[in-house]
């Protein structure tokens, strides 16, 4: 320790801490409280619901072990895995078509598998009833396939499986594309055949993948909401419970406990995944050879049609919300008109809750972007405050293994109580807007990491070095190579915003309410065909907003990303 000497008494010199540094820990400091007051508080709130009152825990093992609670935990957990079951298999053979085959295409054909990502999952449902519902028009044909009716688990096994397919494809395009030539070009020359190649390299090297999606599938199915509540009928599951307790019947500490109950699939799934996140080894090594797939006509026939299977089916449920939307009086007229866009923007009042909308996922994308940046930014790229960057970690993965419904009420324990501060935020859009950002941030975080890990930490050496500001290495190095991501992060929390359903179906009012709330209260009212209007009002606004953001991002590519292009 440098030591000044005056006389017989040594005193250590104290370095001066640049006012940068103590910026950059009043942040991680920030960003910590933000995600204590939007994601611990509220849980907390909700564990100390559950085991409140006189009864306390009796209270709790009572409600436990009834019958009707046990029954909507049966069925929420047999339908999540019988989803899984259907949609992992399926989707992993589409994106074994998308990534190891020479079918023409691909890019159209994945960009069409999105399509359910642009609007609420209550478009699934809607379509669900408008094909083989009491006036469908194929209700003949399910009916022939052994089925009563499509209200109850047969309808939300299939809507859930239209749902969840493209957030499954995503995972398992990402774990098949990432595969070492030389393994296959070994098993080539040892003449192994396609169905062991299959089984000792390509199952081998995407099992972490396949593990993640089916956790993420079970996950998205035993939380959601918005489909059980439409196609449900008297099929209860946990998520449907929650509602009709809390609002329902006022039931709060017994709807604290179904949170709670719902909450623990969710953590579990959640732990499994990072556990086998951390047993996961890189398949990719510095001598690695990308995997380029060979033509082969049977082969890319075979895929080409499979995948014109799934995206005919997919496009048919897509396809018969939009035509809904449009017919006159179902099923007596078909005739197109704009008379459901009509009722449900004029009549019932959904142009406000569009704007309403509009409003939320804006300041999302813009607060949601910018905390997860500061965040991610503080992590990786400064020091201080050693004994606090653990539980930013800590807390920034939590939000995935929450489901919104459970954050949703955790917000009336803790917004509503008399006795806090901040009760003036509830039933107001900004509580509204912490709440989808928490409930969205756990994706965002890891995106922004990624993107700052790809950055040498050299840059800050060497500026230290030469004593340039942390702030315009920031400015000139930094935030141009995040711009990309930045982007991603701020059009997945728009996208979120404008459907998300059961994050903030506790937490509005009737001047907050939103497009995706109004059409449950549309569907609830009888009037399916302004909600399935709605629903594809919404899903435009997502696909206009996307391509906005995709034309806006070449232009960051043109401006800040020349250096990735190859030197000529």
């Keep these: 320790m440098n030591t000044l000497v005056l006389g017989r008494h040594a005193r250590p010199l104290r370095q001066r801490v640049h006012w940068s540094d103590r910026l950059s820990q009043l942040g991680l400091i920030g960003v910590v409280l933000v995600l204590a007051v939007g994601l611990l508080a509220p849980l907390l709130a909700i564990l100390a619901q559950s085991l409140g009152g006189a009864s306390g825990l009796s209270a709790f093992s009572s409600y436990l072990a009834s019958p009707a609670l046990l029954g909507s935990l049966w069925n929420s957990l047999w339908v999540s895995l019988l989803v899984t079951a259907i949609v992992v298999p399926l989707a992993f053979a589409f994106a074994y078509a998308l990534t190891r085959s020479c079918m023409p295409c691909k890019p159209l054909f994945r960009a069409v598998m999105l399509l359910p990502l ?3 999952s209550l478009l699934s449902a809607i379509s669900v009833i408008y094909w083989f ?41 990402t774990a098949l594309s990432l595969a070492d030539a030389r393994l296959y070009e070994a098993a080539d020359a040892m003449g192994t055949s396609a169905v062991r190649k299959f089984f000792t390299v390509t199952l081998p090297g995407a099992k972490y993948g396949l593990i993640s ?63 086998v996140q951390r047993k996961q080894s890189a398949t990719l090594t510095a001598r690695a050879v ?33 035509f809904a939307s449009f017919a006159t009086f179902w099923p007596y007229n078909l005739a197109p008109s704009l008379n459901h866009y009509v009722a449900g923007l004029v009549d019932a009042g959904v142009a406000t809750s ?11 994308a813009v607060v949601g972007t910018l905390v997860v940046f500061v965040g991610a930014y503080l992590l990786e790229k400064t020091r201080g405050l050693p004994a606090l960057r653990p539980v930013l970690r800590l807390l920034a993965m939590l939000p995935m293994a929450v489901p919104g419904l459970v954050l949703g009420l955790g917000y009336i324990f803790f917004f509503n109580a008399p006795a806090n501060p901040l009760n003036a935020l509830y039933q107001t859009l900004p509580l509204m807007v912490l709440c989808t950002v ?49 982007l991603d992060v701020s059009r997945y929390f728009f996208i979120n915003a404008m459907t998300t359903i059961s994050a903030v179906v506790f937490l509005y009012s009737p001047d907050t309410r939103l497009a995706s709330l109004a059409i449950l209260n549309l569907d609830e009212a009888g009037d399916t065909g302004a909600a399935a209007a709605m629903a594809v009002l919404i899903a435009a606004v997502s696909a206009a907003v996307t ?13 800040t990303q020349a250096w990735k292009a190859p030197a000529r």
């Design 118 to 120: 642009l609007a609420p």
């Design 133 to 173: 519902g009491n006036q469908g028009i194929a209700k003949e044909f399910w009916q022939a396939l052994g089925f009563d009716g499509i209200y109850g688990a047969a309808g939300i096994v299939l809507a859930q499986c239209f749902a969840s397919f493209p957030h499954v494809l995503m995972i398992l395009v």
């Design 213 to 275: 999606a089916a956790l993420v599938c079970f996950t998205l199915v035993i939380t959601d909401f918005g489909i059980p509540k439409v196609v449900g009928g008297n099929f209860n599951v946990l998520a449907t419970d929650v509602f009709k307790l809390v609002i329902g019947q006022q039931d709060f500490q017994r709807g604290a406990v179904v949170a709670l109950l719902l909450l623990a699939p969710a953590l579990l799934t959640y732990g499994v995944d990072n556990l």
């Design 290 to 322: 990308p995997l380029v797939p060979r033509p082969a006509r049977g082969f890319d026939l075979a895929m080409t049609l499979l995948c014109l299977a799934v995206i005919g089916l997919v496009l048919a449920m897509f396809g018969m919300a939009v």
């Design 354 to 364: 569009l704007w309403n909308s509009l409003q939320l996922a804006s300041a999302t």
């Design 438 to 486: 928490v409930h969205f941030y756990t994706t965002g975080h890891i995106t922004m990491v990624t993107a700052l890990k790809a950055i040498d930490g050299e840059f800050e050496s060497v500026s230290a070095s030469l004593k340039v500001p942390l702030y315009k290495t920031f400015w000139r190095v930094t935030l141009p190579i995040c711009l990309p991501a930045i």
């Design 547 to 559: 391509l906005l953001y995709m034309g806006l991002g070449r232009l960051v590519d043109k401006r």
